[in-house]
């Protein structure tokens, strides 16, 4: 055993992957279809892909283990009379050149480790079992370090035990990319976190900055880290203008595009095209606004959805804005009060908090029904798509000439690269509901299940504040029908609040 076991056992996965390799030439001792080895050998090599997958899955965990185990063993080995700080800094070079890791790289390598194998049993048994990849275990590591154990542990449950009494909804996270999985664990932590997220964004908007990085060819980086809700209404707004000069006399693709629409805005007196993201909410159309000198305002609609108790200012549970995630309950109230240019009457189910389904009799898909696909989707429903574009298209999944509704159970909203993708080839989008985008079946007949928004129920104020008026400034004063909860116990605290009675 030991050592030699450990040669032996690599020996072994040397001796498969030869064996993978010749199966990947067509040169293994069976085809994979005698009948049509072409279409045989690329299902193997799907095959392969997906097998490989499970497999660097499972080697992550056990890198990550042999790599806790070597601090632990090198740090009795060292003894007590050597600093901690130099034993950090010996055993993170030693890993990181037997990894052939740079300094920084190493240290997050142990970092995360220690993470998924001592705080996160879960993650671990998800990695072992190729549930997960080790870049969906950095995500887990990175969103569950500001939390205590039970918050990490909730979070962990949601994503990863089907039996917890809220399991995230839709395609495994394992399935989803791990950008994808980093925003719906962020948007979790942000709707459980302990602590408010109020204080929170009020540090980060203290720290609120522009910065130039230098880049290679003659190129640099200008950023901003911004309050969210400005930075997606200018993002909006740089989407909407560059979709707009789009034609078939302009070369320009569209980052091209956004980035000199970008460059004239800081540039000039801000002579380009305004053009507004057009789109709707559950609740509320909001507009970010920004003013050049001495010029009009440029505006930008923002989409948020503001839970009914937290727009009364009765909760702190955060809004979310759309294409970007929660936000702190007073930045959804401002929008609302500054700026929405119209609100919509929004029925929900109050089981899960996901909005409720609305049908109509004719082709065209009108705006109203557009924000429910949004709402449902949050974004093109492709898998592993980020695309959440206002002018995603409205798209029939069974279409119209062929006996299809115009209902949200048969609409989707793929961006405009995936809705080329599914009529120009055998990509087919699978059954949606009310509540579920649709999925997707490939060209080769395999399923990939859609990523799915996690709805929660609205969180309920403290039963003190029950018939109580809203908060002094709140915008509901001017809104006389904004949202009706199907929640009997609210209903008539709600209707005396939205409706109050004449004097």
């Known amino acids: 055993m030991g050592k030699a076991a450990v040669v032996r056992a690599f020996e072994e996965i040397k001796a498969a992957l030869a064996v993978l390799n010749a199966e990947v030439d067509g040169a293994g001792a069976v085809p994979f279809s005698a009948a049509d080895p072409l279409a045989g050998l690329a299902d193997g090599c799907l095959e392969i892909l997906a097998g490989s997958r499970e497999v660097e899955s499972g080697i992550a965990g056990v890198k990550a283990r042999a790599a806790v185990g070597y601090v632990e063993s090198a740090a009795a080995v060292a003894g007590l009379d050597v600093p901690v700080r130099a034993q950090e800094m010996a055993v993170s070079a030693e890993i990181g050149c037997v990894l052939a890791l740079g300094p920084r ?8 480790s220690h993470a998924v194998t001592a705080t996160l049993p879960r993650t671990l048994e998800a990695l072992q079992a190729g549930a997960i990849s080790w870049s969906h275990a950095v995500v887990m590591a990175d969103e569950t370090a500001c ?3 039970a918050g990490a542990a909730a979070l962990e449950a949601h994503f990863l035990d089907p039996d917890a009494p809220d399991p995230a909804r839709g395609c495994p996270v394992g399935q989803l990319p791990a950008h994808r ?12 976190q302990a602590g408010s997220i109020e204080k929170r964004h009020a540090k980060g908007v203290a720290e609120r900055r522009v910065e130039f990085r230098p880049d290679q060819d003659g190129m640099a980086w200008l ?17 909407a203008a560059a979709r707009g000069m789009q034609g078939p006399d302009e070369p320009r693709s569209m980052p091209q595009l956004r980035a000199d629409t970008f460059t004239d805005a800081i540039l000039t007196n801000g002579t380009t095209n305004d053009a507004e993201t057009r789109g709707s909410s559950s609740v509320t159309e909001g507009a970010g606004a920004a003013r050049d000198h001495g010029q009009s305002p440029i505006r930008a609609q923002v989409l948020v959805t503001v839970p009914v108790f937290s727009l009364l200012g009765q909760t702190d549970e955060p809004a979310m804005l759309d294409g970007y995630g929660p936000i702190p309950p007073s930045m959804a109230r401002a929008l ?3 700026g929405a240019g119209s609100f919509y009457r929004v029925l929900v189910d109050p089981r899960d908090g996901a909005p409720l389904e609305i049908g109509r009799t004719s082709y065209r898909v009108t705006g109203a029904m557009r924000a429910w696909l949004r709402l449902r989707d949050g974004k093109c429903p492709f898998p592993g798509c980020s695309n959440n574009s206002l002018d995603n298209d409205a798209d029939h999944i069974l279409a119209w000439a062929n006996g299809g509704t115009t209902g949200i159970s048969n609409l989707g909203q793929p961006c405009p690269k995936h809705h080329k ?9 699978t059954p949606a509901t009310k509540n579920e985008p649709p999925g997707w079946t490939s060209p080769t007949g395999r399923h990939y299940q859609s990523e799915h928004q996690d709805w929660e129920p609205p969180r309920w104020p403290n039963l003190q ?3 109580r008026a809203p908060k002094e400034g709140s915008p509901l004063g001017a809104v006389p029908d904004l949202v009706h909860f199907q929640l009997s116990p609210a209903e008539d605290w709600l209707d005396r609040v939205l409706h109050p009675p004449s004097a």
């Open 147 to 149: 939390l205590d154990g």
């Open 421 to 429: 993708l599914r009529h120009t080839t055998a990509w087919k989008p």
């Open 336 to 338: 609302v009060a500054s």
């Open 105 to 112: 790289a190493a240290s997050s390598f142990l970092v995360t």
């Open 223 to 239: 950023s901003a880290y911004l309050p969210a809700d400005q930075a997606q209404a200018g993002w909006n707004r740089l989407t």
């Open 181 to 192: 999985f980093k925003a719906k664990a962020r948007t979790w932590r942000e709707r459980h």
């Open 465 to 467: 504040n029950r018939g």
